[in-house]
């Protein structure tokens, strides 16, 4: 099975909000820092947000407090929250599970397209 599963992007109007979600069925979740990058066309992978070692959270500067990352621990699951969405933010985000601080490997999602558009 999958150790990461995107689910939520789409298609939305600038302004627009939607709310992607990751599912972590084949990792054991508590020992992975979660975070979410993303990929546009002819860019290289950028981070968006994640959850640091120590629990607190990173944004890139782009995110100018529209979009939050969340979990939880009992289902498994990251979420990230997008709001105020411009065209710029289209691209293909992946879920991300960093093992680094325990010596394990890093896992990532097949992705799920966001675009944005009017």
């Known amino acids: 099975q999958a150790e990461l599963v995107e689910s939520g992007g789409g298609l939305v109007q600038p302004g627009g909000s939607l709310r992607l979600s990751c599912a972590t069925p084949?990792?054991?979740?508590?020992?992975?820092?979660m975070g979410w990058y993303r990929q546009s066309p002819g860019k290289q992978r950028e981070l968006v947000a994640r959850?640091?070692?120590?629990?607190?959270?990173n944004y890139a500067d782009f995110v100018q407090g529209r979009f939050v990352i969340s979990k939880d621990n009992l289902k498994k699951a990251v979420f990230l929250e997008m709001n105020s969405l411009k065209p710029e933010d289209t691209a293909v985000y992946y879920c991300?599970?960093?093992?680094?601080?325990?010596?394990?490997?890093?896992?990532w999602g097949q992705g799920t397209q966001v675009t944005v558009s009017s």
């Open positions: 991300s599970a960093d093992g680094s601080a325990r010596g394990l490997r890093t896992y």
């Open positions: 084949g990792i054991a979740f508590r020992l992975y820092a």
């Open positions: 959850f640091m070692k120590d629990g607190g959270t």
